[in-house]
């Protein structure tokens, strides 16, 4: 029998220097060095399994991530993005982003995590994945709704989703355990309808952006 793609992937998407596209098996070692030297920007915010930040985040476990990547993306529940930069003709990794728990029929809708080299915040690299990603889901990936959830006191993540204008949807109290506790999380979503007019998320977020300057 022969294997059918899932909506939207493989792709890659790019805006500026700005580039996602699948991860590769040899991301192991740049994947392990952002995520080592982003310790205290990153785990405050992600749940994960018992053991040390090293060793969850050594380019030996960067197999398993990938495994695991691979898969859901074959099975159509993710399409995860290795968010990379291009300056200087070199394409270098500077964070994640995944649409994941992907549900088709009447729903067609997703969830966005993502998370960035502490060493490029501000610089808009993230809003701009979010926007790639988004009307490439609404297009090609065949989705209708994406969900963001986020902790309240994370600032830097909640202003990602306010400068692209996502919703704010839902209080979820003790939604998920992660840093040893059952945290609450913000809802954000956004509907295919709500920027269509606009010709898309990043057309929306150029504007914005130009706007500021």
């Not at 995860?80 to 029929?105: K, M, T, W, Y």
């Not at 009447?106 to 969830?111: R, T, V």
Request: net charge positive; proline share 6%; hydrophobic share 40%.
């Amino acid at each position: 029998m022969r294997f059918r793609r899932p909506p939207g992937w493989p792709a890659v998407l790019m805006d500026g220097p700005v580039v996602l596209r699948p991860y590769r098996r040899s991301d192991a070692v740049a994947w392990s060095e952002i995520r080592r030297a982003n310790r205290d920007w990153l785990s405050p915010w992600e749940s994960h399994v018992p053991g040390s930040w090293d060793e969850l985040n050594s380019p030996a476990a960067f197999r398993f991530v990938h495994a695991d990547q691979r898969r859901s993306a074959r099975t159509g529940e993710g399409m995860p993005f290795a968010v990379c930069l291009r300056e200087d003709g070199h394409e270098r990794l500077v964070g994640h982003l995944n649409v994941g728990s992907i549900v088709r029929r009447a729903f067609c809708s997703g969830y966005i995590g993502y998370w960035v080299d502490s060493r490029v915040a501000g610089r808009g690299v993230m809003p701009t994945a979010v926007a790639l990603a988004v009307d490439h889901a609404f297009g090609p990936g065949g989705l209708h709704r994406v969900e963001v959830n986020i902790r309240p006191e994370n600032t830097p993540s909640k202003r990602v989703v306010e400068k692209l204008g996502f919703r704010e949807e839902a209080y979820h109290v003790r939604y998920m355990h992660i840093d040893g506790a059952w945290r609450d999380h913000i809802g954000y979503a956004m509907t295919n309808e709500e920027v269509a007019a606009e010709g898309g998320l990043l057309a929306r977020w150029h504007r914005v952006r130009d706007s500021r300057g």
